[in-house]
Protein backbone atom coordinates (compact mmCIF):
# COMPACT_ATOMS: atom_id res chain seq x y z
CA UNK A 1 0.00 0.00 0.00
CA UNK A 2 1.19 3.37 -0.86
CA UNK A 3 1.64 6.56 0.41
CA UNK A 4 -1.85 8.39 0.71
CA UNK A 5 -2.06 12.02 -0.94
CA UNK A 6 -4.29 14.12 0.70
CA UNK A 7 -4.91 18.15 1.26
CA UNK A 8 -6.68 19.61 3.55
CA UNK A 9 -9.69 22.48 2.78
CA UNK A 10 -10.78 24.88 4.86
CA UNK A 11 -14.45 25.53 3.86
CA UNK A 12 -17.47 28.24 3.52
CA UNK A 13 -18.48 28.60 7.42
CA UNK A 14 -14.87 27.56 8.53
CA UNK A 15 -15.06 23.63 8.45
CA UNK A 16 -11.68 21.91 7.73
CA UNK A 17 -12.24 18.77 4.96
CA UNK A 18 -9.64 16.58 4.79
CA UNK A 19 -9.59 15.30 0.46
CA UNK A 20 -8.24 12.00 -0.03
CA UNK A 21 -6.65 12.71 -3.80
CA UNK A 22 -4.20 9.56 -4.90
CA UNK A 23 -2.08 7.04 -4.14
CA UNK A 24 1.09 7.24 -5.81
CA UNK A 25 3.74 10.23 -6.65
CA UNK A 26 2.57 10.21 -10.73
CA UNK A 27 -0.94 9.91 -10.04
CA UNK A 28 -0.36 13.24 -7.46
CA UNK A 29 1.65 14.56 -10.48
CA UNK A 30 -0.62 13.88 -13.14
CA UNK A 31 -3.97 15.47 -10.45
CA UNK A 32 -5.65 18.79 -11.94
CA UNK A 33 -7.06 21.33 -10.59
CA UNK A 34 -10.42 20.43 -12.00
CA UNK A 35 -9.83 16.60 -10.43
CA UNK A 36 -9.67 18.60 -7.29
CA UNK A 37 -12.46 21.17 -7.93
CA UNK A 38 -14.92 17.66 -8.64
CA UNK A 39 -13.68 15.59 -5.49
CA UNK A 40 -14.59 18.72 -3.17
CA UNK A 41 -17.78 19.46 -4.98
CA UNK A 42 -19.07 15.72 -4.23
CA UNK A 43 -18.56 16.14 -0.79
CA UNK A 44 -20.66 19.10 -1.07
CA UNK A 45 -23.94 19.05 -2.15
CA UNK A 46 -25.37 22.08 -3.82
CA UNK A 47 -22.11 23.23 -5.41
CA UNK A 48 -23.52 22.52 -9.01
CA UNK A 49 -20.45 20.12 -9.47
CA UNK A 50 -17.48 22.56 -9.03
CA UNK A 51 -18.27 24.98 -11.51
CA UNK A 52 -19.23 27.47 -8.51
CA UNK A 53 -16.17 26.46 -6.51
CA UNK A 54 -13.11 28.95 -6.16
CA UNK A 55 -9.97 27.43 -4.19
CA UNK A 56 -7.42 29.79 -2.82
CA UNK A 57 -3.74 28.86 -2.35
CA UNK A 58 -1.06 30.92 -0.83
CA UNK A 59 -3.18 33.99 -1.01
CA UNK A 60 -3.44 33.33 -4.93
CA UNK A 61 -6.64 32.07 -6.84
CA UNK A 62 -6.59 29.17 -8.80
CA UNK A 63 -8.51 29.68 -11.95
CA UNK A 64 -6.59 27.28 -14.51
CA UNK A 65 -8.97 23.93 -14.32
CA UNK A 66 -6.37 21.98 -17.00
CA UNK A 67 -3.26 23.00 -14.52
CA UNK A 68 -2.02 20.43 -12.20
CA UNK A 69 -1.50 20.96 -8.54
CA UNK A 70 1.92 20.48 -8.57
CA UNK A 71 2.02 23.19 -10.71
CA UNK A 72 0.44 25.93 -8.21
CA UNK A 73 3.30 24.19 -5.70
CA UNK A 74 0.72 22.19 -4.26
CA UNK A 75 1.74 18.63 -1.99
CA UNK A 76 0.19 16.82 0.15
CA UNK A 77 -1.25 18.18 3.72
CA UNK A 78 -1.65 21.66 1.76
CA UNK A 79 -4.07 23.67 3.46
CA UNK A 80 -6.82 25.08 0.23
CA UNK A 81 -9.40 27.77 1.37
CA UNK A 82 -12.42 27.28 -0.34
CA UNK A 83 -14.94 30.30 -1.44
CA UNK A 84 -18.51 30.18 -4.27
CA UNK A 85 -18.60 32.80 -7.00
CA UNK A 86 -21.93 34.16 -6.53
CA UNK A 87 -23.62 35.01 -9.69
CA UNK A 88 -24.39 38.71 -10.64
CA UNK A 89 -22.55 41.57 -10.73
CA UNK A 90 -24.79 43.85 -12.85
CA UNK A 91 -22.83 47.02 -13.95
CA UNK A 92 -24.60 50.61 -13.49
CA UNK A 93 -23.02 53.59 -15.60
CA UNK A 94 -24.08 56.93 -15.08
Known amino acids: ?20 LCNTDDQMKAMTLLQ ?3 KIAGRLP ?3 GG ?6 FTNKTLDN ?3 TL ?7 QSVIHLV ?3 PGGVLFSR
Open 84 to 86: MKV
Open 51 to 56: ENLRLI
Open 1 to 20: MGKLYQVIVNGLNGEKMTVD
Open 46 to 48: GTG
Open 65 to 67: DEA
Open 70 to 76: VSFGIQS
Open 36 to 38: LKT
